[in-house]
DNA sequence: GTACTCACG
DNA sequence: GACGTACGTGAGTACG
């Protein structure tokens, strides 16, 4: 049945995951030279791969080589004994950001990368080696692992790849004391405290050695177990039989996997130099790199050249030779046997450039209608799926374009490339066509996403949509989809258009996004930001992707009459302004408001704006209301009803999905210099909190039956950020004692005993508080707290004497930026400032963003670690608690009533310990928790 | 398309 | 010494 391999064929099947831990483990923890990424296992591995390479040419060569790993998650032992593995620590911090880069390796070097959902490598390494077995190839399995010793024979031979030792049949029956086709007998009686197999109590190998060579094997041994001597032995099986049989499934290797990759993917070719050594080059492992390269006789890369690294004041990086872009040599992919070309292709390359167009920006309603893939640069194909013809009367009568495939079928071929661990998805904003293809039933995974390897990389330099990047990186100018769909009314949507004109397009957004791959992926680690966008950027993708899938329940009716009451009373306070000020006119044009106060009515001290207009902002209008105008406090209620009711009740109305009936928010990763996220169409990070008012369209936001949302939030983390990277022991003390830490900021600053505090300079320690973190200045407090400037300015004085390690990370900081162009988070990330050596005010802004950026975005980076690990730690827990939203410093989550308790639990354990274990914090970090029928309620 | 205003952390 | 400012966002409205 197998087919690509057969007689006279030789198989070398590599236990990669194996290979991983005992290089990390054999090996001191060295870390890369330019940013310390940890690379001791990826370095070992490269090294034993390397070794298997260089013997692919020798006399005992293998024609075909395939290097498997263990995939993460459940598999199907988990589902016949939760305790599988369940003893095992978590992955080291160190080794974790290491596994991608492993694949990335294997890759590199030519070889068949393979992993599989729900299987363990061993597994895989099964099947493979027994179909090919059995068609009368050669296998040997290049591993120490004592649980594929029971694949020993017949063909199949296994080599310790570390020691170099051959494990033959005589091997396996020195360790276990039976032959290779009874270890899993005694494997079952025995246990595995490693894998935390249970086995039969008190029976180790020797014993259960001696009962299978006596009675055979496990089933025939229980069913006997009566003949047993010993009395303890006898009782010991009789009690634990059904643990034994578990035990004998547990250490069974499953042989039929449904494998995904054919023998054909795993053929020995040369490995590609630029690839390999490209690599290496990246992980700057020297040594290797030159010896790879003499091997393969070609000129060594420069190995960690951080002058490759973009300068900061954003100048674009050299074009690499790249052949130029050319739409006209695109393919259009109309039938399966073209299909079939590009997915063997793909298979080949380990890699592939995928774009999707659909007939909209909503990934929650638009629809897919074509596919676009490339895996070389300068060659791409647009696969349209769902093209219609004729111009659609009014009826709609458009009817399915010919010269395209079944989008079933074509799916249904796409979805095991889409869906394989071994073949890289390279996109650009990957979250989109994620949602987009689990709409149609496709999990694409493993991924690469071009905009947050920009992202990691030139935060604050520049913006990362495609067609910046484009022009920036490789000067060209992508055709503007405009120039096909049109704009404003008469715009079409994207399955509208003959499919010839669609395709170069099309195409050519996925030629491009593999370019940006190619030159960014080494100028990453050029960067210093793969840590950075390894744990932070690309696994926020899926956890996003599923939130925003999720959604929220929305109550439309409590919206709508919410409506209702805003405009009955702006109807009332338009007729008494219009009173006021003796005519009528628009309320909500400030240009019109501002004639009015200042021309019409003659209130002084009016404030022209740049543009000549009078200001009208809520500050001004507060004052003239408290000089005792009366028309400004009434302008203030209406635009406050205004914004409520146009922003919130109204719009909010028309985001609500008419298949789910739930409102799904966009997150953009990218979106904040600082690392935070942005929330868009709708943002559901502005509903409004601070006014009771706006508080009661938080009521509007609902668990659906038999659900409560639970929101959980960090209590005052920006600040604890703050104690901890400037050091500040007092603060660092009120934490640890869970003081109220503006009243001890006050008590400090203003040398008030904390019993004698009163609201008022506890308020303006507050202010100070936060000035600080927003790059505190005098003029900026002074308007806050409405005091003068020098009244501002003793206070601010007085805290820097208090706290003279604020003023010098402020002084550290800026100094920090003005030299390197950028300032970085706790956990690594680069924010870049650009303007930090401008001339005049650009320079103050730049100032305060670089002092502020540090501490926001650590306070960001540990959110989305959090959100990184939580998924995993629900699933651990078999908790079916859903996350729905995310705003800077709070996460709500959906969950039904009686679970609301320990997923709390299970969340703020996350949520604290989510510094750990790259940040070791010096002040702890708290999390609130609550729970309601609605946000209102929950927060 | 830009400016202004205002909602949030 | 003057500049003209609190940090980070998104969206709705008016207006040219």
């Not at 690499?320 to 793909?346: C, F, G, H, N, Q």
């Amino acid at each position: 049945m197998a087919t690509g391999i057969g007689k006279g064929h030789h198989l070398h099947l590599i236990d990669g995951s194996g290979f991983i831990f005992r290089a990390f483990h054999a090996l001191p923890p060295l870390t890369r030279k330019s940013d310390g990424l940890p690379v001791g296992a990826v370095s070992g591995f490269c090294n034993m791969i390397y070794k298997m390479v260089e013997a692919n040419n020798g006399p005992d060569a293998p024609t075909h080589v395939a290097v498997i790993f263990d995939h993460s998650g459940k598999t199907f032992r988990n589902d016949i004994y939760p305790e599988y593995k369940a003893n095992r620590p978590p992955l080291p911090e160190d080794l974790r950001p290491q596994m991608p880069l492993t694949r990335e390796a294997t890759r590199a070097f030519g070889l068949a990368c393979i992993e599989q959902e729900g299987f363990e490598a061993d597994d895989l390494i099964a099947t493979f080696a027994v179909q090919a077995r059995d068609a009368g190839a050669r296998v040997t399995i290049i591993s120490s692992d004592k649980d594929l010793m029971q694949l020993v024979g017949g063909g199949v031979e296994m080599v310790d790849g570390m020691k170099n030792v051959r494990i033959g049949p005589e091997e396996v029956e020195a360790k276990f004391g039976v032959g290779p086709d009874r270890v899993v007998d005694v494997q079952s009686l025995a246990g595995d405290s490693v894998d935390n197999v249970p086995g039969a109590p008190g029976i180790g190998i020797k014993t259960a050695a001696l009962l299978i060579n006596e009675f055979g094997d496990v089933e025939t041994l229980l069913e006997r177990a009566e003949e047993i001597k010993q009395p303890k032995r006898r009782q010991t099986l009789i009690d634990n039989a059904e643990q034994i049989r578990i035990s004998k499934r547990l250490v069974t290797l499953d042989q039929n996997v449904p494998v995904e990759v054919g023998f054909e993917a795993m053929e020995v070719r040369e490995p590609n130099a630029d690839d390999v050594l490209g690599f290496l080059a990246q992980m700057e492992f020297r040594t290797l790199t030159n010896r790879i390269a003499e091997k393969l006789g070609v000129e060594a890369p420069t190995v960690a050249a951080p002058a490759g690294a973009p300068s900061a004041d954003g100048a674009a990086p050299a074009k690499r030779d790249m052949p130029p872009i050319d739409p006209s040599k695109y393919e259009i992919v109309r039938d399966k046997a073209a299909l079939e070309t590009w997915i063997t292709a793909i298979r080949e390359r380990g890699y592939v450039a995928v774009d999707t167009e659909t007939t909209g920006l909503d990934e929650m309603i638009a629809d897919l209608v074509g596919i676009c893939l490339s895996v070389e640069v300068g060659q791409a194909c647009y696969v349209p799926l769902r093209h219609v013809e004729g111009e659609g009367d009014l009826l709609g009568s458009s009817e399915r374009a010919a010269g395209q495939m079944d989008p079933a079928e074509a799916l249904a071929l796409l979805k095991p490339v889409f869906e394989d661990a071994a073949i890289l998805k390279i996109l650009q904003n990957a979250k989109y066509d994620m949602k987009i293809f689990a709409r149609e039933g496709i999990t694409l995974a493993p991924i690469e996403d071009t905009m947050l390897m920009s992202y990691a990389m030139h935060g604050g330099l520049h913006g990362h949509g495609m067609d910046a990047l484009s022009e920036r990186y490789l000067d060209h100018k992508p055709i503007p989809i405009k120039s096909l769909i049109g704009t404003g009314k008469s715009q079409i949507t994207f399955d509208k258009l003959k499919i010839e004109d669609a395709a170069p397009y099309a195409a050519e957004d996925a030629d491009i996004t593999l370019r940006l791959w190619h030159l960014f992926k080494p100028r990453l680690h050029a960067a210093k930001t793969t840590t950075v966008y390894e744990t932070m950027e690309r696994p926020l993708v899926p956890v996003l992707a599923q939130m925003e899938r999720n959604g929220i329940l929305v109550d439309r009716d409590h919206l709508s009459r919410m409506s209702n009451t805003f405009a009955q009373k702006m109807a009332g306070l338009e007729a008494e302004i219009h009173e006021l000020a003796g005519r009528s006119f628009n309320v909500g044009s400030p240009k019109q408001l501002g004639e009015i106060l200042f021309d019409e009515m003659g209130i002084q001290g009016g404030k022209k704006g740049k543009t000549g207009a009078y200001a009208t902002g809520a500050d001004i209008l507060e004052e003239l209301a408290a000089q005792g105008h009366d028309l400004p406090a009434r302008v203030l209620d209406w635009r406050q009803l205004s914004k409520l009711k146009s922003t919130y009740t109204d719009a909010l109305q028309d985001h609500i999905n008419k298949d789910t009936g739930r409102v799904h928010t966009s997150y953009v990763i990218s979106g904040a210099n600082t690392g935070r996220l942005a929330s868009t169409d709708p943002n559901l990070q502005n509903i409004p909190v601070r006014t009771e008012e706006g508080r009661r369209i938080r009521e509007a936001f609902v668990a659906e039956e038999g659900n409560v949302l639970l929101s959980l939030d960090y209590s005052q983390i920006e600040l604890r950020i703050l104690a901890h990277i400037a050091g500040i022991d007092a603060l660092k003390q009120a934490f640890h004692d869970g003081l109220d830490i503006h009243a001890m900021t006050a008590s400090q600053v203003f040398d008030v005993p904390l019993d004698e505090m009163t609201p008022e300079v506890r308020r303006k320690a507050k202010a100070i508080n936060f000035g600080v973190i927003y790059g505190i200045s005098a003029f900026g407090l002074a308007n806050n707290l409405r005091i003068p400037r020098d009244e501002a300015k003793a206070f601010i004085d007085a805290y820097f004497e208090r706290f003279p390690g604020i003023k010098q990370y402020m002084e550290d900081t800026k100094k920090f930026a003005q030299e390197h162009g950028h300032v970085k988070t706790l956990f690594g990330r680069v924010i870049h400032t650009p303007e930090i050596n401008a001339k005049g005010p650009r320079a103050s802004f730049a100032y305060r963003a670089a002092i502020n950026a540090p501490i926001q975005g650590s306070a960001a980076d540990i959110i989305r670690r959090a959100m990184v690990r939580i998924p995993d730690a629900l699933r651990a827990a078999d908790n079916s608690a859903r996350m729905l939203l995310q705003v800077h410093d709070e996460l709500i989550f959906e969950v039904r009533e009686g679970e609301a308790e320990a997923t709390a639990a299970i969340v703020r354990e996350v949520m604290e310990q989510a510094a750990n274990p790259a940040v070791k914090l010096d002040v702890p970090l708290v999390v609130d928790a609550g729970t309601g029928l609605n946000w209102a309620a929950a927060h």
